[in-house]
């Protein structure tokens, strides 16, 4: 005789395959521990802190650019300044007109030179990465002469031949590529690995002492 009355049954606790009986499948999900909040809190002193040192570079960099138009006594259209997203917004010299003169003036700071230099934009050109370079500004003929000359054109990427012949060899598919063309691929793929292994091999021998 049991305690339990007819047609009652008992629920016999099932566990999932893998799954042990110590296993709480309503366990909340695993919280950060203690001690990242303080993580957390130093990254963004650091980011703050950061964020001060770009906006005082910046601002030197725009106080640089307008000391030097006062100099040469330009009022700008629109003097530099730091823009929100810390970045530098050249000063605007010379706008454009789409009907007579295309060409927009800055002045602004090249990084490459540290230097205040004129930069020129084409009118209705897409703005990426804010106007070119096109010559220090030392005098009130830089202004002119970027206008009318605009910015020279950016030096070729240095190209690394060794590079491309690997990657042509890793382009070839061998599954578009008939049975003679595969044979042909394995050939050139060959030459290409010896030509580059007697390349390596005359650099070590030069860098020997």
Known sequence: MTDHEPGEHIAASVNAPGESALTNPTKPATTEPTWYQKAES??????LERQADTYLRLRRQADQVNARLAELGI????????????????ALLLEADDEREPTEVFATWDDDSGSVAVAVQDY???WQGGPRISRPLTDLG????????????????????RAHALASIRGLNADHLTPDGH??????????????????SIIRVHDRP
Not at 75 to 90: D, E, I, W
Not at 142 to 161: N, T, V, Y
Not at 183 to 200: F, G, K, R
């Open 42 to 47: 130093a990254y963004q002193a650091q980011l």
């Open 75 to 90: 009022t700008p259209v629109r003097p530099a300044n730091v823009v929100r997203g810390l970045a530098l917004q050249p």
């Open 183 to 200: 044979a042909i691929a394995d050939q050139i793929a060959a030459l290409t690995a010896a030509v580059l292994h007697l390349s390596d």
């Open 142 to 161: 830089d202004i002119a002469a970027a206008r009318h000359e605009g910015a020279p054109a950016p030096k070729p990427a240095p190209q690394d031949p």
């Open 124 to 126: 209705g050109d897409p």
